[in-house]
């Protein structure tokens, strides 16, 4: 059978199994009190708790008088510790394990740690902040000082940062003494931390925000900029479909939203190419590539 034929079966087979466990396992309420039961209508999670949730990976979360258990799909209780919180906070959360650790709190999302699959403690519950796991590591705060840690617990890059963000293309912004650079997984410092801000602190295509004063600029992983510091951080609504301020100065498909001081919008390319010129109010992207620019009550459409 040819290969890409296997690899396609193998992505179906273990999408259909995840699906089929949640599929399994039904949320029921009785006499006023919540529990999970089987397709065979066994019961999973006793009936005893103000409210359940089950994730696509099979794990339950029970909640009763503000404190949470957690079950697998057969109904093993994986910590005998009663949680103030579990997973990530998040408005919409699928699966509440990533790369073989759970998020969990003795208060509500503080004195926070994580735990494996077997309900061990692999990072103490003394941190405040846990975000969620990007290239195999997840930043982590306590005490205002931020670092990484790795699926294991271990930490990998030390506590050393007034703040940090996400790794997104191997690198990671990090904050110190007011300044801003990039580290990689190494806790190489790969971009000097001369910046003032990163207005969206990401590497996407190769490239991030970088800003000094009331400026911004793009700059590729050799700390060279592709444009001049003339966009502004201020925050205005760019367009109907980015509603969220951080959505504005990263790439996406070769393309990213740049604004003026007067909140005018524009796009460039990855070479830093105005392709629709910084002069409208809104500016949004169809399905088909098409880019529509519109100006008071004028629409002007342009060719991706």
């Known amino acids: 059978m040819n290969i890409r034929y296997i690899f396609i079966l193998l992505i179906f087979l273990s999408g259909y199994s995840f699906g089929q466990i949640k599929s399994n396992l039904r949320k029921k309420e009785k006499d006023g009190r919540w529990g999970v039961v089987n397709a065979s209508k066994k019961i999973i999670v006793p ?3 103000d409210y359940v949730e089950i994730y696509k990976d099979g794990y339950i979360t029970a909640s009763y008088e503000s404190k949470f258990d957690i079950y697998d799909s057969t109904g093993n209780q994986i910590s005998k510790e009663k949680f103030g919180s579990v997973g990530l906070y998040t408005i919409q959360q699928d699966y509440l ?37 990007k290239y195999d590591v997840v930043a982590v705060g306590k005490n205002s000082k931020w670092g990484f840690v790795n699926t ?61 004063g009331e400026k911004i600029a793009f700059i590729n992983k050799l700390n060279q900029p592709i444009t001049q510091f003339k966009y502004s951080p201020i ?28 909140c005018n919008v524009g796009l460039i390319d990855t070479t830093g190419k105005e392709i629709v010129p910084m002069e409208y109010d809104f500016v ?5 590539g098409n880019i529509s620019a519109k100006k008071d009550e004028v629409i002007t459409i342009y060719k991706k």
């Open 284 to 288: 949004w992207i169809n399905n088909e």
């Open 97 to 133: 394990y990533s790369n073989g650790a759970c998020q969990v709190c003795l208060e509500y999302f503080n004195n926070c740690g994580l735990i494996n699959t077997e309900g061990v403690t692999i990072l103490p519950l003394e941190y405040k902040n846990i975000w969620e796991f």
């Open 47 to 49: 009936f005893k708790y």
């Open 152 to 212: 294991k617990g271990q930490i990998v890059i030390p506590l050393e940062y007034d703040y940090v963000w996400d790794f997104s293309d191997s690198l990671a912004a990090v904050k110190k003494n007011g300044k801003i650079g990039f580290i990689n997984l190494k806790n190489e410092v790969i971009i000097p931390l001369q910046y003032d801000g990163p207005y969206y602190p990401e590497f996407h295509e190769g490239l991030s925000a970088v800003q000094i």
């Open 235 to 262: 925050n205005c609504q760019l367009s109907p479909h980015y509603k969220d301020p951080h959505n504005y100065y990263h790439f996406s498909n070769g393309i990213a939203y740049v604004k003026d001081d007067d």
